[in-house]
């Protein structure tokens, strides 16, 4: 605990020095540090960031009041380099000294390490904004331009600058909008008649409407309508250029306009420059060069290929078979030209991994008005080795080193398949008293996993009709194998299955698994009582009541003690549930106590058969990586060995579905996942998720298998606790790993940037696990019981520091229990809220 409180004062003493430095430190002599913008719009300040993003000039980002990365820059010193030169040349003398101490070399050294550090400060500090008039002057014209906009023509906008004796300033924008202008007429000029009918078609769906206050945003979004609406019906060489609205102020009413949509006809620059209407144009012809090169682009077609409309062209022999490549492009000969058929092949074509990005499509305008559309592909290498390692940590396995070794080979059938191998494994270094060796990395992990991808679908029945081409429909079939050596029950799990793609919008896509089979042994079940501790401490406490007979042998020949004097556990177990010994009559308590212990490591040692088939539906609307306002739905259903068990009898032994020896999981569970993201600026967004799942046991299942139950915990989870040890509902049993069968989680974090390529965030998480099975592996306060159960939900809160290498995150979370469900005080709010609780989670990118 006096660690954490030295922690503690040092923080402190921090921020002081911190708070203390003077952020003018670096200010010029007769310059101003701004320190704040204001505007104020009609008397009335504003907060919105959006219209404070056209000012010009903003002061140093400040986290709670304070401008950290400013005092972080002013820790630095500018030049110091050639300073420290200057203050050596001064004084011949002084480098002497510095030698007779340390050696020249040593000198240099300690040199360049301050200067290092100096760099950095200077390189992740923000220097302070200098208050600049020509910026201010430039942030005026900006905002006036930005209410104009908005249709307040006759805004006015001053500014006035109030200087502070601490060589600081601030700067109020004094706006007044005056009255706006409204829309009172609209009317089009279209000279093209194809384009006016393809307008009064769709004129009911535009952002420009009568009565409407003006808005030049709804004008832009206009624009991009009718182009989007031109180009994908036929119109291809039209573009932003070729429109203009007017907007009239000089009617009879005041603040009333008229608003005139002028669309002149094609300008035509060849012999001479002249007009002519836009028309509808068909694709009369697909070429597809399938090993294009810049540096060859003049070498002669050697091999050549027609198939279904296509050319397929190639100045070496075709390496793919035209019939599948067709598969993935969806621009069609005959058709009428559209803009998004050109997006949907340029995606499709990427997603494939045969081809470079760089991969382009050019039309060209035929005689007869027609166009032809060239395809550029330019192939990857055929073969490619990988090598990746990296460092783990988890609450299982505290340190560990992986490798992966992977190889793919593309347009294996030439048909643009792709397979991929990869061997993996690791060393890790798990608990001393769990693990067989004393050596720290006493555990290891082997795997190996083999995917062949399609794309297309493959499947006995023509799904065309279903999931045309254009919604890219990818077929991949997957089998791997892992062991385990020191870790748990040293499982041993082999999964292999058939999964489909596709996407049937810009928003929306889906995922079928026809089967997704899972082979779950475990190795050394002898060891669960040495790997599930608190289920050994429960046998010890239940031994003092019902103290072992050392001279009972079970039938397999177990003694009750081992050589060492130590209780068996196993064979007490036996003995305690032999019902010859009666203890569910003279013991009930405690004899219900061991089987519940023992249908828990039934559960936790089963050898199990997992034949899935899954839907899942995913849902988001964002339109971009740099688009951070934007939501997020996902729902899966799973059925698990309800259709495989048709044909398969009862085991005569079990009466459960069994197969290959192994009893059938059957299971339905339902998932379903929401998100929503409201960005506050670019660099700021707040960020919530919410998600449900169910699993309800089937046929002749008791129970949901371990490795598909709900965990709580963990650092993309609830982050107060760590995995496995929140839960089910309000228990407090020990357990080292706590499932259940229904989960509901709720997060909120608020995410910003702290200073350059470091942000933070602040989190609130709140949720746990319940048992809706009734098994008798959990008392009554671990079952789902309704509305009720709700009061068990756990809240964490807490606050991260990341960092943003560009490719990915790196995260560190510290969560603090804030309701603990499970104390058995009234009064369960922060009662362990403090650091000696927390939970330290480091992550890869964001948690969701």
């Not at 302070?128 to 908005?150: A, N, R």
């Not at 706006?175 to 007429?185: L, R």
Request: aromatic share 14%; hydrophobic share 35%; glycine share 6%.
């Amino acid at each position: 605990m006096l660690n954490y409180f030295a922690k503690i004062i040092v923080f402190i003493i921090l921020i002081a020095v911190i708070i203390s430095c003077s952020a003018t430190k670096r200010v010029p002599q007769g310059e101003y540090l701004l320190a704040k913008n204001t505007i104020i719009v009609d008397n009335k300040k504003i907060g919105n960031p959006d219209i404070a993003s056209y000012l010009r000039q903003t002061p140093n980002t400040k986290i709670l009041g304070i401008p950290i990365s400013l005092h972080i820059y002013n820790f630095a010193k500018p030049n110091y380099e050639i300073k420290f030169q200057e203050w050596l040349d001064k004084n011949p003398n002084r480098e002497r000294k510095l030698v007779n101490v340390f050696s020249k070399k040593q000198v240099k050294a300690m040199e360049k390490a301050y200067n290092g550090i100096n760099t950095w400060f200077l390189k992740n500090g923000n220097a302070p904004v200098i208050s600049d008039s020509t910026k201010i002057k430039k942030s005026v014209i900006s905002l006036t331009k930005y209410y104009q906009s908005k249709g307040y023509f006759d805004a006015e906008v001053t500014f006035k600058q109030i200087k502070k004796d601490n060589k600081k300033i601030t700067v109020d924008y004094l706006v007044t909008k005056n009255n706006p202008y409204f829309i009172d007429s609209f009317s089009t000029e279209i000279s093209s008649p194809v384009l006016d009918s393809l307008y009064n078609l769709h004129k009911d769906n535009s952002f420009v409407v009568v009565g409407d206050q003006i808005d030049y945003t709804k004008f832009e979004n206009e624009e991009e309508r009718l182009i989007n609406i031109f180009r994908n019906s036929g119109v291809y060489d039209f573009g932003k250029n070729n429109m203009e609205f007017w907007i009239d102020t000089l009617g009879l009413s005041p603040y009333k306009t008229h608003v005139l949509l002028e669309i002149k006809d094609r300008v035509v620059e060849k012999d001479s420059v002249y007009t002519e209407p836009f028309k509808i144009r068909k694709v009369s012809k697909v070429n597809v060069y399938t090993d294009f090169s810049f540096t060859d682009k003049n070498k002669p077609i050697k091999d050549s290929a027609y198939y279904n409309g296509y050319n397929f062209k190639s100045t070496n022999k075709l390496a793919y078979n035209p019939k599948y490549l067709a598969n993935a492009i969806i621009i069609q000969k005959d058709s009428i030209y559209k803009e998004s058929e050109q997006q949907l092949t340029r995606t499709y074509l990427r997603e494939l991994q045969n081809f470079k990005p760089s991969l382009d499509i050019k039309y060209e305008e035929n005689e007869d008005g027609s166009l032809t559309s060239n395809i550029y592909l330019s192939p990857q290498k055929k073969y490619s080795f990988g090598f990746d390692n990296e460092y783990i940590t988890s609450n299982i396995k505290p340190f560990g080193i992986l490798g992966k070794l992977s190889w793919s080979n593309r347009n294996v059938f030439r048909g643009a398949e792709v397979f991929e191998l990869s061997f993996q494994g690791s060393f890790l270094n798990v608990a001393r008293d769990i693990a067989d060796s004393d050596r720290f990395f006493n555990a290891w992990e082997i795997g190996s996993s083999a995917t062949l991808k399609f794309p297309r679908i493959l499947f006995p029945i023509n799904t065309r009709g279903i999931i045309p081409k254009r919604m890219a429909p990818k077929t991949n079939i997957e089998l791997s194998i892992a062991l385990q050596r020191n870790i748990g029950l040293d499982r041993q799990n082999i999964t292999g299955g058939i999964s489909y793609t596709w996407q049937s919008s810009n928003t929306t896509d889906h995922k079928f698994e026809l089967l997704n089979m899972q082979y779950i042994k475990n190795l050394r079940t002898d060891k669960y009582f040495t790997i599930y501790k608190s289920e050994a401490y429960k046998l010890e406490d239940i031994s003092e009541i019902i103290v072992p007979d050392s001279t009972y042998v079970d039938v397999n020949g177990g003694k009750l003690y081992d050589e060492d004097g130590e209780l068996n556990s196993s064979n007490y177990l036996g003995y305690l549930l032999d019902p010859n010994q009666g203890f569910s009559a003279s013991n009930p308590t405690e004899f219900e106590a061991a089987q519940d212990v023992a249908e828990r490591r039934s559960i936790l040692t089963e050898d199990v058969l997992v034949p899935v088939m899954s839907y899942t539906y995913n849902y988001t609307n964002r339109e971009g990586f740099s688009d951070n306002t934007f939501s997020g739905f996902t729902a899966r259903l799973v059925s698990s060995g309800n259709l495989t068990s048709l044909f398969v009898k009862n085991s005569s032994e079990s009466n459960k579905k069994e197969l290959f020896g192994l009893e059938i999981a059957q299971y339905l569970k339902t998932e379903f996942e929401y998100k929503k993201y409201w960005g506050i600026n670019s660099k700021t967004s707040l960020v919530h998720r919410t998600f449900i799942g169910a699993a309800f046991p089937m046929g002749t299942s008791d129970a949901i298998p371990f490795s598909r139950s709900y965990r709580a915990g963990g650092s993309n989870d609830i982050r107060a606790w760590n995995t496995f040890k929140l839960g089910p509902g309000s228990e407090k049993n020990g357990l080292e790993f706590n499932v259940g069968s229904l989960k509901l989680t709720s997060n909120l974090e608020y995410r910003f940037q702290v200073v350059n390529n470091i942000y933070s965030a602040i989190f609130i998480d709140a949720g746990n696990i319940w048992d809706i099975t009734k098994s008798t592996v959990n008392s009554s306060k671990g079952q789902f019981n309704g509305l009720s159960s709700l009061k068990d939900i756990a809240v964490g809160s807490g606050i991260g520091i990341r960092y943003d290498f560009s490719f990915l995150v790196l995260r560190l979370d510290a969560g603090f229990k804030t309701y603990e469900p499970y104390l058995d005080s009234p009064n369960k709010w922060f009662k362990n809220y403090n650091f000696g609780h927390a939970v330290y989670n480091i992550g890869i990118n964001y948690p969701f």
